[in-house]
């Protein structure tokens, strides 16, 4: 595969705050990369950056093997950028905002296709003020997608929206993929960028703390496995024969939680203890670690702190 946009050392300062502290990256032709992180932790000036949107402190940038410190004329050509909030004439209609914001390139995709791609045809006479928060999320994606970008930045595409609203968006991400798009997107939802993307960068504090698929992030961490189940009456000597376990505070008396790497030892003992003892076992779960776990476990912090 041939790197599309490549990143080296970048810095950012604002006074003595290191918004952007040596990351470093790249990202794949036809790929969907990931920047996950909390709020302030660099991810959307870091895109910001590439966009042309600002000046690094340090660094080098290349997108489709362009300098674009150098020629970020060049590079505006070449992408497409939704911002976190996109404002927009009240009055003016979708169809007329897609033709306003193609006629700023030397070439553009008619407005009736990219009403197609972002589901918005039905609504190409409506009042941008008239849409729902959803369409009006849609529409800002279409409208980075006027000019038939080689590379889609999405910055949170999905905050604040409810569920259904969602799932619309990534829908268009996965069109996206499958026609070959390279699309960088920052996100705060876990299940949103294990659904979406190939890699993804985990940011915090400025730097690069891991980068990797979702799927490797997950198993290089090694995390403990949470198992929890009920008991149909309270078993003396559980906590003895159960390392680690612990009541679950949630108003049931005989509810129980415990981490580990030995889950099938762990279920072994628990089945034998209460067959022993006449006692039935309940409710069983088993949540292998997600992302969020790998975050925090890096971290310490909350995604939304």
């Not at 995390?223 to 929890?228: M, N, P, V």
């Not at 149909?232 to 680690?244: F, R, T, V, Y």
Request: aromatic share 4%.
């Amino acid at each position: 595969m041939n790197s599309i946009i490549e990143v080296s050392n970048l810095e950012k300062k604002y006074g003595d705050i290191n918004a952007v502290n040596g990351v470093s990256f790249s990202v794949e032709q036809g790929e969907v990369f990931g920047i996950l992180g909390p709020n302030g932790a660099g991810k959307t000036t870091t895109v910001e950056i590439i966009e042309g949107l600002r000046k690094p402190n340090a660094g080098s940038i290349k997108v489709c093997n362009i300098d674009a410190l150098k020629e970020p004329q060049r590079i505006k050509e070449l992408i497409g950028v939704q911002l976190q909030a996109t404002s927009l004439y009240d009055n003016i209609r979708v169809k007329e905002a897609l033709d306003l914001f193609g006629s700023y390139y030397q070439k553009s995709l008619p407005s009736e296709q990219i009403m197609e791609e972002v589901s918005l045809t039905e609504k190409k006479h409506s009042q941008v003020s008239k849409l729902s928060g959803g369409q009006k999320q849609r529409l800002s994606v279409g409208l980075a997608l006027v000019n038939d970008p080689e590379v889609i930045f999405l910055d949170e595409p999905t905050t604040g929206l409810d569920p259904q609203a969602r799932h619309n968006i990534w829908s268009i991400v996965e069109n996206l993929r499958e026609r070959g798009k390279t699309v960088v997107m920052t996100t705060h939802y876990m299940e949103e960028a294990e659904q979406l993307c190939h890699r993804l960068a985990i940011i915090d504090r400025g730097k690069i703390i891991a980068m990797d698929t979702p799927d490797n992030l997950i198993n290089k961490a090694d995390l403990s496995t949470l198992i929890e189940f009920s008991i149909s009456k309270e078993l003396d000597g559980l906590a003895k024969n159960i390392p680690g376990i612990c009541k679950v505070n949630n108003g049931s008396a005989r509810k129980y939680s415990v981490q580990t790497k030995a889950v099938s030892m762990i279920l072994k003992d628990l089945t034998n203890l209460c067959y022993d003892n006449h006692i039935e076992l309940e409710n069983i779960s088993v949540r292998q670690a997600t992302l969020e776990d790998v975050f925090l476990s890096m971290t310490g912090r909350k995604l939304r702190e």
